[in-house]
């Protein structure tokens, strides 16, 4: 059984400040310590992109600080709050692929796990330019005989949520280099800041809460304003075998205080 973790939405800032009232570096050496006590079994843990909340190098190495104490391996990708030039700064270029972005693929226990960078610099929805399309389907060609799962920061399928003019621009054009691959088991991403679960076009889609504040259900049935919530902060638990691939959420931190809205001014 392959088991690892994502994490999502991380929104770290430098060393005596918080996002958005939050102490965002409590919340991930909190999720570290949940990781360690009940999932140390897991072959790795992803972290699927925000790590930063501006993209500031301070940010980024307080990332590497937290993240010291993580008992199981941890991969890296970005999302719309990075910036990748100052992350590879303190990362390191080894963290990029041959074109410069942080995508990356991790075959284990008899799947392909990849992960795949969607941030385009001065955009809040994501991109997949051609290098990038190009780049994961031939990783797919190359897994055509095992099951593959994509993990990346942005949302490709409409959720009937406010969220959606911030997904993944030209989705369809990720869904066409998908469907060149027989047996993609789950396209797993973060940014939404809500759990959601769906198929589209035969292809299972999921995002994660995250571990920054989340947002409530907010449909068009739904009036006023969508809410912001203090919590659950969230990382999610993948179980993949040949038979099946399960997508679990742990809520390590379980509450639900409404935000007050003078802290997103």
Request: hydrophobic share 45%.
């Amino acid at each position: 059984m392959l088991k690892f973790i994502v994490l999502s939405d991380l929104h770290l800032v430098p060393e005596g400040r918080v996002s958005n009232g939050l102490d965002t570096a409590e919340r991930l050496a909190l999720a570290i310590e949940s990781i360690n006590r009940d999932h140390a079994d897991a072959d790795f843990c992803l972290l699927a992109g925000d790590l930063a909340d501006r993209g500031e190098a301070d940010a980024y190495r307080r990332l590497q600080t937290i993240l010291a104490p993580l008992g199981v391996p941890h991969h890296i990708t970005l999302g719309n709050h990075d910036n990748r030039p100052v992350f590879l700064d303190v990362f390191g270029t080894d963290e990029a692929d041959e074109n410069g972005f942080i995508n990356k693929v991790i075959d284990a226990k008899g799947y392909r796990v990849i992960l795949l960078d969607s941030s385009e610099p001065g955009k809040v929805s994501g991109i997949l330019c051609d290098k990038r399309l190009d780049w994961l389907k031939a990783r797919l060609a190359e897994a055509s005989d095992r099951p593959v799962i994509v993990v990346l920061h942005h949302h490709a399928n409409d959720l009937a949520l406010p969220v959606d003019v911030i997904k993944l621009e030209e989705a369809e054009r990720f869904l066409a280099v998908l469907k060149t691959h027989p047996d993609i088991r789950q396209v797993i991403a973060g940014h939404v800041h809500i759990t959601t679960t769906g198929v589209w076009h035969g292809i299972p889609f999921t995002t994660l809460a995250g571990s920054h504040y989340n947002v409530s259900l907010h449909l068009e049935s739904v009036g006023g304003e969508q809410k912001r919530l203090e919590g659950p902060a969230q990382y999610a638990v993948v179980l993949a075998d040949e038979q099946s691939t399960l997508v679990h959420f742990n809520d390590y931190i379980d509450r639900h205080l409404q935000m007050a809205p003078a802290l997103f001014g």
